[in-house]
C-alpha cells in the first residue's frame, strides 16, 4: 500500500502538476496562486529551462496527459482507502470524478462548457481510471466473490 501511495497517488499527482508548471501557459490560474503564495521567483526560474522544449513535445503530452495522470492518482488513493477492493457501496465514489470528467469533455462539445472537445482527453481520463483498476485490483477475484454488482 505504501508503494501505492508514492507511486499510484502521489507521483502521479506531481507529476501532471510539475508538466503544467514546466510547459502550460502562465495566464492559468494556478500562476495566480503562485504569486499570491511568493512563489513565482522559484517557478520562473524553472520555466526558463523549460518552456524552450514545448515545441517538441507532442500536444497529447502537454494537454491530455496531466488529466490521465490526476485520473490514475485519484482512483489510486481511492483505492487504498478501500483496500483494493470494488463493491457496489464503493464504486460510485470511484466513478464519480472520471464521469463528470467525460460529461465536461462532452459538454466542451456542445458549447455548455468553456474549453475545447478533444477525444484524446477521454481517452486519457478513461486509461487513467481503468489502468490503477487493473494494477491495483484483483478483478477476477472481486467478480468472483460478486463484489461488483
Not at 502521489?10 to 494556478?30: A, C, S
Not at 520555466?47 to 515545441?55: A, C, E, L, P
Not at 472537445?117 to 460478486?146: A, H, W
Request: charged share 10%; hydrophobic share 50%; net charge positive.
Amino acid at each position: 500500500m505504501k508503494k501505492q501511495i508514492i507511486f499510484g497517488h502521489l507521483l502521479t499527482l506531481f507529476l501532471g502538476g510539475f508538466i503544467y508548471i514546466l510547459f502550460r501557459q502562465d495566464n492559468l490560474k494556478m500562476f495566480q496562486w503562485f504569486d499570491a503564495l511568493n512563489l513565482s521567483g522559484i517557478i520562473n526560474n524553472l520555466r526558463t529551462h523549460s518552456t524552450h522544449m514545448v515545441s517538441y513535445l507532442p500536444e497529447w503530452f502537454l494537454y491530455s496527459f496531466p488529466d490521465g495522470l490526476w485520473m490514475f492518482s485519484y482512483i489510486s488513493i481511492l483505492l487504498v482507502i478501500w483496500n483494493n477492493r470494488i463493491y457496489k457501496n464503493n464504486i460510485h465514489w470511484i466513478l464519480l470524478v472520471p464521469i463528470v470528467a467525460i460529461l465536461c469533455e462532452f459538454g466542451q462539445l456542445f458549447n455548455c462548457i468553456s474549453g475545447t472537445f478533444d477525444v484524446v482527453d477521454i481517452i486519457f481520463y478513461m486509461l487513467g481510471t481503468c489502468l490503477p483498476i487493473l494494477i491495483y485490483t484483483n478483478l477476477t477475484k472481486n467478480f468472483k466473490n460478486e463484489k461488483i454488482n
